[in-house]
């Protein structure tokens, strides 16, 4: 009952930057947790970034410094700013969602996007 778009991925050079954003509708109380996982070729999905109700976040260490995300709770929506870019950022991110209450006493657990490509060029 719940869906998350991502947009703003695509294609840029080494050093320059990316805002992705993705938006979660429905009937939608409140989420938890929002955050954005990637995936590389041939690898399992690893975390990015995660940021609570309450703002509290969480970066996985190759992006500490370069990456910020953050939410915005009347609009359901989480971005990411990625900000000098490197090749190895190359791969597909995905959007998530955790602890999603929806109005009429109605929960869920967990709920991912489709995925949206980002491609740095050397």
């Known amino acids: 009952q719940v869906q998350l778009v991502e947009s703003g991925g695509g294609l840029v050079q080494a050093g320059g930057s990316l805002r992705l954003s993705c938006a979660a509708s429905g009937s939608i109380f409140s989420i938890n947790t929002m955050g954005w996982y990637r995936q590389f070729p041939g690898k399992q999905r690893e975390l990015v970034a995660t940021?609570?109700?309450?703002?509290?976040?969480n970066y996985a260490d190759s992006v500490k410094g370069r990456f910020t995300i953050s939410r915005d709770n009347a609009k359901n929506t989480v971005y990411l700013q990625m900000n000098n870019l490197r090749p190895e950022d190359t791969a597909v991110y995905y959007c998530n969602a955790g602890g999603i209450a929806l109005w009429g006493s109605i929960y869920l657990n967990d709920c991912w996007g489709q995925g949206t490509q980002v491609t740095v060029s050397s």
């Open positions: 940021i609570s109700s309450r703002a509290s976040t």
